[in-house]
T-cell receptor, first 111, second 114 residues
Framework: DAKTTQPNSMESNEEEPVHLPCNHSTISGTDYIHWYRQLPSQGPEYVIHGLTSNVNNRMASLAIAEDRKSSTLILHRATLRDAAVYYCILRRTSNTGKLIFGQGTTLQVKP | NAGVTQTPKFQVLKTGQSMTLQCAQDMNHEYMSWYRQDPGMGLRLIHYSVGAGITDQGEVPNGYNVSRSTTEDFPLRLLSAAPSQTSVYFC?????????????FGPGTRLTVT
């Protein structure tokens, strides 16, 4: 599975937008980009996924670079409840549903 | 729907003891899996199942057994617990194994082996 690289930690102020970057320079054409987050003392939860085009849902937006070697998860208005570890994961056609988690980015939101 | 449930929430074992971590889902999901998460690290896949009667190994299967006799349940067995198995264990499920299937995680079981 292709590797992703994320910053270890980021800080944001409440009610401001947050841009969480992910580098995946070895991504293949069939890899989907998935984001999950893990709130303190909870299991991970799905956030969003995409292939080539930018994607929006009720939780966040996903901006994918034209060459697909990087992507950015955008939280439009951070709240204290968004403080979590955010994981960027590549999922390949050939895998059988497995998620390969890296270290993720720990997001702190300051009031 | 209750979603993915796990029992117990906490467990302390002595080295060499055996136990079963329970996982159940009520969403009729085909795919179920077990992960472990050590402090400060991401999750690592232990075992997974793509349907009743079918299981396979993940990244770190040693010391663990699984079976899938029903769609709903996917228990994880520790045959002889070791301190290295101290971790938080998460069960997950998804409707299909496909790339677009969102995975749902349970709340976790925190296991300590002394």
């Amino acid at each position: 599975d292709a590797k992703t690289t994320q910053p270890n930690s980021m800080e944001s102020n409440e009610e401001e937008p947050v841009h969480l970057p992910c580098n995946h320079s070895t991504i293949s054409g069939t890899d989907y980009i998935h984001w999950y987050r893990q709130l303190p003392s909870q299991g991970p939860e799905y956030v969003i996924h995409g292939l080539t085009s930018n994607v929006n849902n009720r939780m966040a937006s996903l901006a994918i670079a034209e060459d697909r070697k990087s992507s950015t998860l955008i939280l439009h208005r951070a709240t204290l409840r968004d403080a979590a570890v955010y994981y960027c994961i590549l999922r390949r056609t050939s895998n059988t549903g497995k998620l390969i988690f890296g270290q993720g980015t720990t997001l702190q939101v300051k009031p | 729907n209750a979603g993915v449930t796990q029992t117990p929430k906490f467990q302390v074992l002595k080295t060499g003891q055996s136990m079963t971590l329970q996982c159940a889902q009520d969403m009729n999901h085909e795919y179920m899996s077990w992960y472990r998460q050590d402090p400060g690290m991401g999750l690592r896949l232990i075992h997974y199942s793509v349907g009743a009667g079918i299981t396979d190994q993940g990244e770190v299967p040693n010391g663990y057994n699984v079976s899938r006799s029903t769609t709903e349940d996917f228990p994880l067995r520790l045959l002889s617990a070791a301190p290295s198995q101290t971790s938080v264990y998460f069960c997950a499920s998804s409707l299909k194994t496909g790339l677009l299937s969102e995975q749902y995680f349970g709340p976790g079981t925190r296991l300590t082996v002394t």
